[in-house]
């Protein structure tokens, strides 16, 4: 699919806490798209360490450290459901169009999501490789039977995982933007620096 770089690009992230592969990933799509939105989700497949407004207060961190007005931190788009979100967004940019971001580690889950069909039908998926999660094409057959649009990004995003700082806390795989706020709260227990 062609991409439209006039789109909205959507990023719904735990950020529990965020790494440096979602800030890789803010970084790509802003080479991509004219306008990328992000926000703290509470995905209800996943059990998270740190309170929401936690969360929010570390991507908050990483968006004023990337300093491009063209990335936005949107947290009422913000719902446990991507057809919540994406109806959240359609009211907020009536008419634009719209691209909802998923790393290639969660494709597979999309089948499995509230109103899966209607999600897909209401904009673009772009689904960005994530190193040590490829992209089957039974999974892109099983996404564009449920009448998706997909578009494969032309990115690399590293496969550092927020799962792997909350079992074995690294400091060096957090991006150092968010020592101000994790000094402040560490429901991570990562050394401080």
Not at 7 to 16: Q, V
């Amino acid at each position: 699919m062609n991409r439209n770089p006039a789109a909205i690009a959507l990023f719904g992230t735990s950020a529990d806490p965020p790494t440096h592969g979602p800030r890789a990933l803010l970084e790509g799509l802003l080479t991509l798209y004219s306008q990328v939105v992000t926000w703290a989700s509470d995905n209800p497949l996943k059990q998270h360490t740190a309170p929401l407004t936690v969360r929010i207060a570390l991507l908050k961190a990483l968006v004023d450290a990337i300093e491009d007005p063209r990335l936005s931190l949107e947290q009422e788009l913000s719902s446990p459901w991507t057809i919540e979100t994406l109806g959240r967004a359609h009211r907020r940019w009536p008419g634009q169009p719209l691209v909802f971001v998923v790393g290639s580690d969660l494709a597979a889950q999309i089948p499995r999501w509230k109103n899966a069909s209607q999600v897909l039908a209401s904009c673009v998926l772009a689904i960005a490789p994530r190193q040590g999660w490829p992209l089957s094409e039974a999974t892109l057959a099983a996404l564009r039977d449920l009448g998706a649009s997909v578009e494969l990004l032309p990115l690399t995003i590293a496969a550092s995982a927020s799962s792997s700082i909350r079992e074995r806390p690294e400091r060096s795989e957090v991006p150092p933007e968010l020592w101000p706020v994790l000094l402040q709260h560490n429901p991570y227990g990562l050394p401080q620096p």
